[in-house]
């Protein structure tokens, strides 16, 4: 006799806020021991999960790093009336953001690894990079790659 499963839930563990805790996780690790020594099997300890959790959503420490630094900074919040105002406030933003506990050393250590690493690069540029640059380009009125 078989009993047949009346629950709507897909079989494995939940998935639901895995990457907000990854994340949290990735930022605590990176300020507890620097860039360099949070590895993915400390970040993944951290967080409570295996590591083959992380390696499914991020190949390399680097792309994970660049997707808690896109969640850590959120959207650019263009304030001001004119050019000047903008681009201060984006300054300040930034400079906020990267104060943060564990931005400033994942910022710095993952754009010190992308020197030596072409791949890495390009994951920073199309998808960290761009994304602020485009959001400044339009709210300036600058013309396509303009803003560099």
Known sequence: MTRASTSARPPGRPRSGVNAVVFAATLSTVAELGYARATVDRI???????????????????????????????PIPLEGAGRAELMSSAVRWIAAKIGEAGVGDAFAGVFSDAVSDPALREVLSTRLQDRYRLALQDALGEPENRVL
Not at 66 to 73: P, R, S
């Open 44 to 74: 993944a300890a951290a967080a409570g999960v295996a590591k083959t959790t992380i390696y499914r959503r991020w190949p390399s420490k680097g792309e994970l790093i660049v997707d808690c630094l896109l969640d850590a900074f959120g």
